[in-house]
T-cell receptor, first 116, second 110 residues
Framework: GAGVSQSPSNKVTEKGKDVELRCDPI?????LYWYRQRLGQGLEFLIY????????KSGLPSDRFSAERTGESVSTLTIQRTQQEDSAVYLC??????????????FGPGTRLTVL | DAKTTQPNSMESNEEEPVHLPCNHS???????IHWYRQLPSQGPEYVIH???SNVNNRMASLAIAEDRKSSTLILHRATLRDAAVYYC???????????FGGGTRLMVKP
């Protein structure tokens, strides 16, 4: 079956521009996560959705970052006024139920964002 | 937060077993031990998880110490495709977000 998909796969933008990153989770997965991974580093949690609600936004690094999810499906991560330190791979994951700690998370291939 | 400690890197020969250790001496009773791996240029991939008992699945085995302060991921026969960074993570119901540290970079030699 289809896994988690993300688009675009690569995005190059100029400093100060806004970008939108899209995630299509596995159908039926109620939980959706956004992470950031800088080059050569581990994962950094950004935000978590259970259904269309975001009970945990603690990882968003600044008010330039926002995310939404609609129809308990697609999610969009928006970065406004991008800065060079925003350059990273943005990974999306989904799981069957975010309330169950033993549910594995399925990751998409990521969007590589480069801010010039 | 309970933290994990893993060696930075390990080497293995193809077709041989690999034992990847993880120390988590401050683990709490409700923490599950999860392992994920990340192949080059790919998103992370779930490997296995456990709470107290040893676990086996088609990818690997997880051996958990009796005091739960350490665990070992066992790949029974390493293949070239198993070359990846392996992350040991503790999760509980207070938050399911994954936070990866440095992990162990496994290199498999033909």
């Amino acid at each position: 079956g289809a896994g988690v998909s993300q688009s675009p796969s690569n995005k190059v933008t100029e400093k100060g521009k806004d970008v939108e990153l899209r995630c299509d989770p596995i159908s039926g997965h109620t939980a959706l996560y956004w992470y950031r991974q800088r080059l050569g580093q581990g994962l950094e949690f950004l935000i978590y959705f259970q259904g269309n609600s975001a009970p945990d936004k603690s990882g968003l690094p600044s008010d330039r970052f926002s995310a939404e999810r609609t129809g308990e499906s697609v999610s969009t991560l928006t970065i406004q006024r991008t800065q060079q330190e925003d350059s990273a791979v943005y990974l999306c994951a989904s799981s069957l139920d975010g309330g169950r700690v033993y549910n594995e998370q399925f990751f998409g291939p990521g969007t590589r964002l480069t801010v010039l | 937060d309970a933290k994990t400690t893993q060696p930075n890197s390990m080497e293995s020969n193809e077709e041989e077993p690999v034992h990847l250790p993880c120390n988590h001496s401050t683990i709490s009773g409700t923490d599950y031990i999860h392992w994920y791996r990340q192949l080059p240029s790919q998103g992370p991939e779930y490997v296995i998880h456990g709470l107290t008992s040893n676990v086996n699945n088609r990818m690997a085995s997880l051996a958990i110490a009796e005091d739960r302060k350490s665990s070992t991921l066992i790949l029974h026969r390493a293949t070239l495709r198993d070359a990846a960074v392996y992350y040991c993570i503790l999760l509980n119901n207070a938050g399911n977000m994954l936070t990866f540290g440095g992990g162990t970079r496994l290199m498999v030699k033909p």
